[in-house]
């Protein structure tokens, strides 16, 4: 049976930095998503929940 040519070795990180990229990744989403929500939340209130909604409905017409 043919052997590889070279074995797979496991790299391993062990910089400061290792693991912390995904939860950098989800903070900067979870805070993307907070920004959308408060600036919904100020759309609704000044304008109100019929030209809020009716924003959205044409905004939807739009694109579809």
Do not use: K
């Amino acid at each position: 049976m043919a052997q590889p040519l070279h074995t797979v070795h496991p790299v391993s990180d062990n910089s400061p930095t290792a693991g912390r990229m995904p939860s950098v990744l989800l903070l900067a989403g979870a805070c993307v998503a907070g920004l959308l929500v408060i600036g919904a939340l100020a759309l609704w209130f000044h304008y109100g929940s019929q030209v809020f909604f009716e924003m959205i409905r044409t905004g939807f017409a739009a694109c579809f």
